[in-house]
């Protein structure tokens, strides 16, 4: 044999960054790095001892569920001696769970085998195939009253026992298989919260928990297994699970006794809540003994971090009350808007703020959903009862009721107004000037009137500069920043165009006369110190444009611990935002789903039951929304619902219609990306029907369009809400072929494929047929002027087979392709015209068609082939 060739020196640049992006591509595959910081626990596991980083690690409890430990339940119908079981494993599953709530762990986890209800996840061989119980025992079936349908989710034998039962918080995954990886979104619910470690326990050793085990083992999770709190109904084969786990090295992870460990050492309190901000760094010595984990210090000094390295949201530092509105305002907690600014109008000492204060309280009412004659009327009496510049600040009120009505000409007329009456109050003259400048730019960008908006922003530098006003100056720096970033996206408009690096410098001068004005930082006014935070997000949005992620994301990061430490919510998910984009084009997602999932973990944990919670819901809803899109983007539908289900459900607590309206059309569209389409209908109808709640007319459109696609893709389109309009776009295109006008017919025909198969080729043929039996000379039209080729006769007989989708589905998933093809409607092809009818037409979902590419077939060739037993050869071969 040929002895090993050396590796040639040097790789070409091309292939090395191939080699780069596969292995990021297979990473998203991958558990991620374990925690480096954080504290840690010794285990005396074999084959050799393990340190876990807990803040990385997760208890996973596979299957604690009546149908596996009662009688009655499925083990039992398998024929099994199931009395055993739960002494077996119980008592030390408990103690590990007491345990594992204790400590810092960044999830528990129970899994359940549990089917639907009409057992669609259920494959046939394990139905009702020749290794399945006698009829009567089989799942889905009732074998014992009181325990319900064997295996299916919902039955009360399906659930856990009190035992090991999930607590509030804990995660429950329902699995249809043995292995807890197959069709769940275990794998990506662990990767977003950055686990690298799982303690497995659960029943039955060698079936589900095994199974687990080594899925979890090739998908890089080390994992321990803990042997008095998993059972057998075979206790040899437990015993053989457990050497087989720890043979040649660890060949599928760790082993560890029990859970029984003396705890000794210290460990620092989890972040503790609301305004002590001196709690994160108290250390505390915990008296209870622990089960199985025994602490050792962080590596890096703990004393001057939260338990996750990071500072809790901290909801008032040296905030003013003026300040404070404005962030109640920001995240969305309106009556604590009101009440702040109230309190800044009765401590009305600081020339300027008054008026702005009151601008807050308008503002903050209207949205409560005051009318607009009443806020004037009470802006009027309370700027006179304060003795404030009452003309400015009823101008002021007004104006904000023109903002958020859009009567843009309004709000600049009044603007106008208010700069009069500015130059009348010496003390507030300043403040007041710079307030109607910003007011002008606002507007100016809402009209789309861009370099007017840049004029004004200048003009409100210049002022700045003249009460050498640091703080002013890097204001104003900021709003020109801002139109810059108006000016890159313009298009068509007259304005003139800005570059993104235009849009960074502004914003880095922002930032750098913002920090400078704000000296020293912690003690410093909130107001600078939040300008730096946004003028941060600025410049990390444009290094995203620009191309520059590794900065982006360093200037998102900062501008998150100041909003952090600020309480800006709502600002603190902008910037987050700015993360998961730049990481995304860094395609390294997972990073983002990791930051964003550490930021929720956080949000909830200083949540609280205080007043301002309705922030904190808002914000955790931005997150959840963000992550659903990141898993969107990374074709993983089914952590994309989980997420949007629950911003959709969170908003609906804070009674957000809008926000649980935009909720929902994500999850519907991810539900329809998971094939999931009766519930894809529901969740659309449910959208539909707030839309229309809430008059808003984009959702309304949106959610029509979605409900009308799934609807369509489920063969109901006479029920879909679009229907309508696209057989309008159809007659459209009847009428501009009668009128040979060419430009009309390509823009209904446009129209018409917008609406996918809404319109099927029958209602084309229903439409077509009796145009070119009127009028034949429109063949030749439609040839060319829309590239129809409905006059080529056929000449083979055609021969179509239909098969059960579901079968045809199934055989190729079982077949071991892993997956079936994915279309749901199949005709004879689309506008091809002979003596008969005959057309194909295949809707597919984007799974499908990435497979197909992968596979280098034109999308759709080949489910159309095969589903319709091969459909006429001569149309394949044009
Ligand atoms: N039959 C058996 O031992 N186990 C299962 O079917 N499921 C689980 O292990 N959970």
């Known amino acids: 044999m040929a002895p090993p060739q050396k590796r040639p020196a040097a790789e070409s640049a091309a292939l090395a960054r191939e080699k780069t992006r596969i292995k990021k591509e ?9 925690a480096e910081e954080g504290p840690t626990a010794k285990l005396n596991t074999l084959p050799k001892p393990l340190s876990l980083p807990l803040k ?17 339940g499925f083990g039992h119908a398998l024929g099994n001696d199931v009395t055993k079981l739960a002494d077996e494993c119980l008592p030390g599953a408990g103690k590990l769970l007491d345990a594992a709530r204790k400590l810092p762990l960044a999830a528990i986890i129970h899994t359940k085998e549990a089917h639907r209800e009409d057992l669609a996840d259920c494959c046939e061989m394990k139905l009702c195939g ?10 889905g079936q009732v074998m014992v009253e009181g325990m319900g349908r064997l295996l299916v989710d919902g039955s009360p034998g399906n659930d856990f026992v009190d035992a090991a039962k999930p607590l509030d918080g804990e995660i429950v995954v329902p699995k249809p298989g043995k292995g807890a990886f197959f069709m769940t979104g275990l794998n990506e619910i662990l990767r977003d919260k950055g686990v690298s470690h799982l303690i497995v326990c659960g029943v039955t050793t060698e079936v589900c928990v095994q199974t687990t085990m080594r899925e979890a083992n090739d998908r890089g999770y080390e994992c321990v297994l803990v042997e008095d709190a998993t059972a057998s109904y075979i206790p040899k084969f437990k015993a053989s699970v457990i050497e087989m786990v720890r043979s040649q090295g660890g060949i599928v992870g760790y082993t560890v006794e029990q859970a029984e460990v003396h705890w000794s050492g210290r460990c620092h309190s989890p972040p503790l809540v609301e305004d002590e901000i001196t709690s994160s760094s108290s250390m505390i010595t915990w008296t209870l003994p622990i089960f199985l984990f025994h602490f050792c210090s962080s590596e890096n000094d703990p004393s ?21 509105a404005e962030k109640h305002l920001d995240n969305g907690d309106l ?28 503002r903050a009412k209207k949205r409560l959903g005051a009318p607009a004659g009443d806020l004037v009327r009470e802006a009027s009496e309370k700027a006179r009862s304060q003795e404030m510049p009452w003309k400015a600040a009823v101008k002021l009120a007004e104006i904000s009721l023109s903002l958020g ?54 003009e409100l530098l210049a002022a700045a500069q003249r009460r050498q006003d640091k703080g002013a100056e890097a204001g104003a720096w900021l709003r020109i920043a801002e139109v810059h970033r108006h ?17 960074l410098q502004a914003s880095e001068r922002s930032a750098e006369l913002y920090r400078g004005a704000a000296g020293a930082g912690v003690d410093a006014a909130a107001e600078l110190r939040r300008g730096v935070g946004s003028a941060q997000v600025e410049a990390a949005s444009a290094c995203v444009r620009l191309g520059r992620l590794r900065q982006s994301i360093s200037l998102a990061t900062e501008a998150m611990g100041v909003f952090r430490s600020l309480g800006f919510l709502h600002r603190l998910t902008g910037a987050l935002d700015v993360e998961l984009e730049a990481r995304r084009q860094l395609m390294e997602p997972m990073i983002g789903l990791q930051a964003a999932n550490r930021e929720l973990q956080l949000l909830r944990e200083n949540k609280g039951d205080g007043e301002a919670t309705r922030g904190f819901s808002q914000a955790e809803a931005e997150i959840l929304e963000a992550i659903a899109r990141t898993h969107g983007a990374l074709s993983e539908p089914l952590g994309a619902v989980r997420n949007a289900l629950l911003a959709a459900e969170l908003r609906k607590e804070i009674q957000d219609e809008v926000g649980e309206t935009s909720a929902l059309l994500l999850a519907a569209d991810q539900q329809r990306n998971l094939g999931e389409m009766i519930d894809a209908t529901e969740t659309a109808e449910r959208a539909l029907a707030l839309a229309r709640k809430t008059s808003h007319a984009r959702h309304e459109e949106e959610a029509a369009r979605v409900l009308s696609r799934v609807l369509a893709e489920r063969g109901l389109n006479d029920q879909a809400p679009q229907r309508p309009q696209a057989l309008q776009a159809l007659e459209a295109l009847i009428s501009a072929v009668k009128l040979r006008d060419g430009a009309a017919a390509k823009d209904s025909e446009r129209m018409l494929n917008s609406y996918g198969n809404l319109v099927t080729n029958k209602d084309i043929a229903d439409h077509v047929v009796p145009l070119i039996s009127r009028d034949p000379d429109s063949v030749k039209f439609l040839r060319e002027e829309l590239g129809w080729n409905i006059e080529k006769p056929y000449t083979q007989k055609q021969s179509g087979k239909e098969i059960r989708h579901l079968d045809f589905y199934l055989a190729h998933r079982l077949s071991g392709m892993g997956f079936g093809p994915q279309f749901k409607v199949c005709d004879m092809p689309w506008r091809v015209w002979g003596s008969t009818p005959a057309a194909v037409s295949v ?25 319709s037993g091969m459909v006429h050869a001569p149309f394949f071969d044009q």
């Open 843 to 867: 809707n597919q979902l984007p799974e499908t068609e990435a497979w197909q590419m992968e596979m280098m077939f034109r999308p759709g060739f080949i489910d159309a082939g095969l589903q």
């Open 335 to 362: 009556q604590l808007c009101v009440r702040s600014a109230e309190d800044a109008l009765a401590e009305s000492h600081n020339a300027g703020r008054p008026p702005v204060a009151l601008h807050l309280l308008v």
């Open 130 to 139: 020749p290794r399945c119980p006698p009829e009567d025992k089989r799942i």
């Open 304 to 324: 001057t971090t939260a338990i996750d390295g990071k500072p809790e949201v901290s909801s008032a530092e040296t905030m003013e009350t003026y300040d404070e």
């Open 487 to 503: 000016r890159e996206m313009m298009t068509g408009s007259s304005a003139t165009a800005s570059t993104a690096e235009e849009t």
């Open 405 to 458: 009505e859009s009567r843009l000409s309004d709000a600049i007329e009044e603007a106008k107004d208010l700069r009069s009456l500015a130059a009348e109050l010496p003390a507030a003259e300043g403040k007041l000037h710079r307030l109607t400048l910003s007011i002008q730019v606002t507007v100016q960008l809402a009209r789309g009137a861009l370099d007017e908006a840049m004029r004004a922003a200048m």
């Open 26 to 34: 297979a990473a998203q595959h991958f558990a991620v790095k374990a």
């Open 56 to 72: 990385s690690t997760a208890l996973l409890c596979i299957d604690f569920q009546k149908d596996f430990l009662d009688v009655g």
